[in-house]
């Protein structure tokens, strides 16, 4: 078998207004429990990109080498930490609602320029061959209000980026679910995300250090849980967890094998 993992946390971005602080956390205490608690993903078959070195080239290159060669049996994680979005569709005739879902790249313009749009993440994953365990974390927001949003008192931040948009706003766009469901139907593997499209992923102060609330409580659970609950029961506790203790987002998971467990 041969198992890879390719982790992207970007806290640092050009603009310091739009910088995080748990993004590396997030994808280094996710190394730790697959490579080091579980050993699973032997650390050189693990990549990181981090702040600068995390361009849009340098993703798509990176998800390029994750699925290089994949055959059944093989294990693959793709975990996302950093700003996301929704921006002005490119391909108005397949997007009814007019936007893209995006994740935001370091070089990414706040514009829409180096977006990383849902529609480019089906056409990568499109080519996973069946019998791989492809497992695909989106810590980020999906949210279609794209002002940031900072409440200092509980040292939480948003985890989305200031985008230009020119759609109507009296049309609601499709939750995130949906448009995902639509280009990527089915994802062959499990998408994990932190959130809806109208919602925010916090960015958050816990056990005095900082992290994305939805990775921290999914890092929990898989700690609890990874052998024994489908991925999608695990999501739904996390959900629990980040209800508990304030927060206001739901993660949501999809695909094929989303009532499968993280590790094979």
């Not at 050009?14 to 956390?25: H, K, S, V, Y």
């Not at 702040?51 to 994750?66: F, G, N, S």
């Not at 005739?93 to 514009?111: N, R, T, V």
């Amino acid at each position: 078998m041969k198992n890879k993992a390719l982790l992207v946390g970007i806290n640092k971005y050009p603009d310091p207004q739009n910088e995080l602080r748990g993004c590396i956390n997030d994808i280094l205490d996710m190394e730790h429990f697959i490579a080091e608690t579980n050993k699973v993903y032997a650390k050189q078959n693990i990549k990181k990109l981090t702040d600068r070195d995390a361009t849009k080239k340098e993703i798509v290159t990176q998800i390029k080498w994750l699925l290089e060669g994949a055959q059944p049996g093989d294990q693959l994680l793709f975990h996302y930490s950093g700003h996301g979005a929704q921006a002005p569709t490119l391909n108005a005739k397949i997007e009814p609602d007019g936007l893209d879902e995006i994740i935001c790249p370091y070089d990414f313009s706040g514009q829409g320029e180096n977006a990383l749009r849902d529609k480019e993440f089906a056409q990568l994953f499109a080519s996973i061959p069946k019998g791989v365990h492809f497992v695909w974390i989106s810590d980020s927001c999906h949210a279609e209000d794209l002002s940031r949003d900072i409440n200092t008192k509980e040292s939480i931040t948003y985890r989305q980026f200031q985008v230009v948009t020119h759609h109507n706003h009296d049309k609601l766009p499709k939750t995130r679910s949906e448009s995902f469901n639509a280009i990527t139907a089915p994802l062959n593997g499990a998408l994990l995300s932190a959130c809806a499209s109208h919602e925010l992923s916090a960015d958050a102060y816990i056990n005095n250090r900082f992290n994305g609330a939805f990775t921290h409580y999914l890092i929990k659970n898989l700690l609890q849980y990874s052998d024994s609950k489908s991925m999608q029961a695990i999501v739904q506790l996390v959900n629990m967890d980040l209800d508990k203790n304030g927060y206001d987002q739901n993660p949501e998971s999809e695909g094929t094998l989303q009532n499968d467990n993280f590790f094979l």
